[in-house]
């Protein structure tokens, strides 16, 4: 087949100008990119201004009880602590929204003006304490109004955050759609080269010089896309690795703050319960029976204390290890869920790294949660078992199981993301049911990827090759 040449100026001037667009498009693309990066970064700060902002008036209050509880001044540090920081939050949030929904805005704008309200009113409440006496400041502290500031800022503050998580959300949706259609853009102009190709061979298949030039350029430019895939691809692997790296340190951080801040406030306040009941008068008993019974409420709020903290973050597995930390969970879970728990572990624990010991925590939380929410099962094996080259993790019930159709729903996010987890870490994630044939979660990874180096403890997750066939199924069930 011969070609004209205003044929081929046909297809060479086509073929340049879905080039030029196909660039237009891809730019366009990336400075989108960029507007979403600078709106997500924007959220997180915001974000981060309204945590300030709780963090600094809760422990301003806390401080501001103790105080009118204990008389100490030395409580009222976070009160003084608080007084120019907050100004400085609320100015800073309400520069930095950028939105036109005018109740968001306003929100925005009266949050620090309410936490500077209640600041004041806590300083009122000390002015009166020190003036009239103790219950002259405690009543003051808590008259209806204090309480309606508070729910006003926990109102404004709420409306702030999600306002700020809603667009950070949309950004990062906003993100993925490019980064797919970016993706579509590099296959388009693969499948033109390739169309080029074949136009260029047919065209001057009598010159070998020229259909080897032609090749080599295609491999260059198939090299030069998958290098741009592959950049891409680490990138969101980086970017996942990253955020469950932040989702650990933030529970950390919130299990220290309720053990530090909420723990103390509750002994103190049982402490003084406990004072009460041995000075009250002998023959009141009202006074009495509704002592005891603040007491137990209190002990209540500490028993829940600590168990929201060894959710969020066990202490166990800090200071004694993954293997005591599992036996833990087992044993509260087994508890709660009245469930015949089967432990398998090995004597000695490996120094596993701080990366590989969450990981494995979280794929026995995970996997026990589903087997009392779901399995209605009466008994659980949990088993880590070490070899020389991997380290395996078994959770099995016995319950009702699930059908093949059910561990393919993609809105299983629990262990979607254990076994995202799982893989950044070079390991395998598995799930096997059946109809009334309980389930089995299996998880297998190099033991050196979870092992700790000889001079750090880092977390160095997503930095492993994967395994032969680690793409493992399955969704909880």
Same mark, same amino acid.
């Not at 401080?63 to 920081?85: I, K, M, N, Q």
């Given at each position: ?11 060479v001037?086509? /073929?340049i ?12 693309? +990336?400075?989108?990119?960029?507007a979403?990066?600078? $709106? ?11 945590? $300030? ?5 809760m ?16 409580y009222?540090?976070p &009160? ?13 949030l ?6 036109? $929904?005018e ?10 003006? &309410? ?7 806590m300083?009122?409440? &000390? ?7 103790? /219950?002259?400041g ?12 508070? %729910?006003?800022?926990?109102?404004? @503050?709420?409306?702030?955050? !999600? ?7 949309? /950004?990062? !949706? ?40 032609? %090749?080599?350029?295609?491999k ?6 998958k ?23 933030? +529970? ?7 053990h ?50 060894e ?46 010991a ?28 070490l070899?020389?080259?991997? &380290? ?19 809105? /299983? ?24 044939r ?14 700790? @180096? ?10 492993? %090759?994967?395994?032969?066939?680690? @793409? ?6």
């Amino acid at each position: 087949m011969r070609f004209k040449w205003w044929q081929l100026a046909v297809v060479v001037a086509v /073929s340049i100008g879905f080039v030029v667009l196909l660039y237009v498009i891809a730019e366009f693309g +990336r400075l989108r990119l960029v507007a979403a990066e600078d $709106d997500v970064r924007r959220a997180q700060v915001q974000l981060a201004r309204v945590v $300030d902002l709780y963090q600094l008036l809760m422990n301003a209050e806390s401080g501001h009880r103790g105080y009118l509880l204990t008389g100490d001044p030395t409580y009222l540090e976070p &009160v003084h602590r608080a007084e120019g920081r907050i100004d400085d939050l609320g100015r800073e949030l309400a520069e930095t929204y950028r939105g036109e $929904d005018e109740r968001v805005g306003s929100a925005i704008r009266q949050l620090g003006v &309410v936490a500077r309200s209640r600041l004041t009113q806590m300083q009122e409440s &000390v002015v009166v304490y020190r003036d009239q006496g103790p /219950s002259a400041g405690l009543r003051l502290a808590n008259s209806p109004s204090r309480h309606e500031t508070m %729910a006003t800022f926990l109102e404004l @503050a709420g409306i702030t955050r !999600d306002y700020e998580r809603g667009l950070m959300d949309r /950004s990062l !949706d906003r993100w993925e759609r490019e980064l797919m259609l970016a993706g579509r853009l590099n296959l388009a102009t693969l499948l033109l080269g390739l169309v080029l190709a074949m136009i260029a061979a047919m065209a001057l298949a009598r010159n070998a010089r020229q259909r080897e030039e032609i %090749a080599a350029e295609l491999k260059r430019q198939h090299d030069e896309l998958k290098s741009q895939f592959d950049a891409q691809t680490n990138e969101l692997t980086e970017l996942a690795r990253h955020l469950q790296h932040v989702q650990e340190e933030e +529970r950390a951080r919130l299990s220290r703050g309720l053990h530090d801040e909420l723990g103390g406030v509750l002994l103190a306040a049982r402490m003084d319960v406990t004072w009460m009941q041995r000075h009250a008068a002998a023959d009141d008993t009202e006074v009495k029976t509704r002592l005891e019974r603040l007491k137990q409420v209190l002990d209540q709020g500490i028993e829940l204390k600590r168990r929201v903290v060894e959710e969020l973050r066990p202490t166990l597995l800090d200071t004694m290890g993954l293997l005591a930390a599992l036996r833990w969970q087992s044993e509260e879970t087994c508890r709660r869920a009245e469930l015949r728990c089967t432990e398998r572990f090995p004597d000695e624990e490996p120094p596993f790294n701080r990366a590989g010991a969450i990981a494995l925590f979280r794929v026995v939380q995970e996997a026990l949660a589903n087997v009392a929410k779901h399995a209605r099962a009466s008994e659980v094996e949990i088993a880590l078992e070490l070899t020389d080259r991997d &380290v395996v993790v078994t959770v099995q019930d016995n319950g009702v199981g699930a059908a093949s159709e059910d561990l393919t729903r993609p809105r /299983s996010h629990g262990l979607a993301g254990l076994r995202h987890r799982i893989q950044m870490l070079g390991g395998r994630f598995d799930i096997t049911s059946a109809p009334n044939r309980g389930t089995t979660v299996r998880v297998q990874v190099p033991l050196a990827n979870v092992m700790r @180096a000889a001079d750090a403890d880092s977390d160095d997750s997503g930095t492993f %090759a994967t395994i032969p066939g680690a @793409a493992g199924a399955g969704t909880s069930h």
